[in-house]
């Protein structure tokens, strides 16, 4: 059966701005536009250099997706964990109850780090699940060339017969690093419960549906087909590349504080949070005996 295309739901260019310690970041979920898009809490494309970075800080309530695309990124957490993401790795993060972590790049002279970090909800039954990561390098991702013009990296889910390795993340996400030549056209099936969109970070002629999707610009979608269907024409000189990313919705609703990292499902909840990052008690008690190694 041919796949149903599904129909645009709005287009968001991803404005740059300063955030952490000297980085910038071009945010398409977070943003006044679209707060959220359930799973989705946040999405932003950023950039550091050796002086810049994201120093100690909290997340409560969900995960987050980090996709290296350039350089060199260490992290460092309260409750023992550390490491280093390279070009291509990503790593998944749970928050859960509760933790204090730290991602700055590693040190060098001609620094130049750059990825993508995306921010999914937590179901309320795991919301205080222990803190946890999953790293994957970049050497354990499938890739897969259903032709001379598209090449695929399957981070998680399935594209063109070649599945993920690994299931990452509590909150079931897909996630795929498309590049298409000129004259490549590509089609994506997506579950039909989960919401996607596709951000572009390569390339100024990408189509889908048949409309030109801008660099740096985000395409949300309905829940109206199975696919996203889309094209490089044969007149472009540059290659695209764009990640296509899909989460099951969730049916609760998305209650945060001012900064966006605790993520409950009502104020009451969300006010016992805070108290316990305030008083160092729930998730939160080795707070006040840690400071990040990450430098």
Do not use: C
């Not at 749970?94 to 620094?111: F, L, Q």
């Not at 499938?142 to 032709?147: G, K, L, R, S």
């Not at 017969?161 to 994506?188: C, I, M, N, W």
């Not at 504080?257 to 008690?281: I, M, Q």
């Amino acid at each position: 059966m041919k796949p149903i295309p599904r129909s645009i739901l709005k287009f968001i260019a991803a404005v740059e701005r300063p955030e952490g310690v000297g980085a910038m970041v071009r945010r398409a979920i977070g943003v006044r536009q679209m707060r959220t898009f359930t799973p989705f809490l946040l999405f932003d494309h950023f950039k550091a250099s050796s002086s810049a970075g994201f120093p100690d800080h909290p997340h409560r309530g969900h995960e987050t997706v980090t996709y290296l695309l350039t350089g060199s990124l260490q992290h460092h957490d309260f409750a023992g964990g550390s490491g280093v993401l390279n070009t291509g790795d990503l790593q998944f993060m749970t928050a859960g109850r509760g933790i204090m972590h730290a991602e700055v790049p590693v040190a060098s002279e001609d620094a130049n780090v750059t990825g993508l970090q995306l921010w999914v909800d937590l179901p309320e039954r795991l919301k205080e699940v222990e803190p946890r990561y999953r790293d994957l390098r970049a050497p354990e991702i499938p890739i897969v060339t259903p032709n001379a013009k598209v090449t695929v990296k399957v981070i998680s889910g399935e594209a063109y017969g070649v599945a993920s390795h690994k299931e990452l993340a509590y909150t079931p996400v897909e996630y795929y690093d498309y590049e298409v030549r000129p004259g490549g056209t590509f089609e994506q099936k997506i579950p039909k419960n989960f919401n996607v969109f596709v951000y572009t970070f390569a390339g100024k002629d990408l189509l889908i549906n048949h409309q030109h999707v801008p660099l740096y610009e985000a395409v949300f979608f309905s829940q109206d087909g199975d696919a996203i269907v889309g094209e490089v024409p044969p007149t472009s000189v540059e290659v695209s590349r764009f990640v296509i990313v899909a989460g099951e919705a969730l049916d609760q609703p998305i209650i945060q504080d001012a900064s966006g990292v605790f993520v409950e499902t009502s104020k009451e909840r969300l006010k016992n949070a805070l108290k316990e990052f305030k008083t160092a008690t729930g998730g939160f008690e080795r707070r006040n005996l840690w400071t990040s190694k990450a430098k």
